[in-house]
Nanobody, 113 residues
Framework: QVQFVESGGGLVQPGGSLRLSCAAT??????MGWYRQAPGKQRELVAASIRGGAPSYADSVKGRFTISRDNAKNTVYLQMNSLNPEDTAFYYC?????????WGQGTQVTVSS
């Protein structure tokens, strides 16, 4: 089955930017999502991309995050701008809606001065 490998996380100052990548070992699904889980909180959907449709975003990231996909490269991206400490979390990609077999290791994003 397809596996997802997330990368691109790191430590960034408030107001900074990061670009996350999600590389699939096979074809990505028509509907893909980026999710995040902060310490002590439940995993939440951050952004979803539906092939041929408009993306959707959590209210907390609208206007700051952009999800995109390159089907030829089997990769989904998450451009994150104007980061703030509340964005600190592990970020994961998965199909949307998510399915347990497809959770990867995630990539950690820390926003701190």
């Amino acid at each position: 089955q397809v596996q997802f490998v997330e990368s691109g996380g790191g430590l960034v100052q408030p107001g900074g930017s990061l670009r996350l990548s999600c590389a699939a070992t096979g074809s990505i699904f028509n509907s893909m999502g980026w999710y995040r889980q902060a310490p002590g909180k439940q995993r939440e959907l951050v952004a979803a991309s539906i092939r041929g449709g408009a993306p959707s975003y959590a209210d907390s990231v609208k206007g700051r995050f952009t999800i995109s996909r390159d089907n030829a490269k089997n990769t989904v991206y998450l451009q994150m701008n104007s980061l703030n400490p509340e964005d600190t979390a592990f970020y994961y990609c998965n199909r949307w809606p998510p399915a347990n077999p497809y959770w990867g290791q995630g990539t950690q994003v820390t926003v701190s001065s």
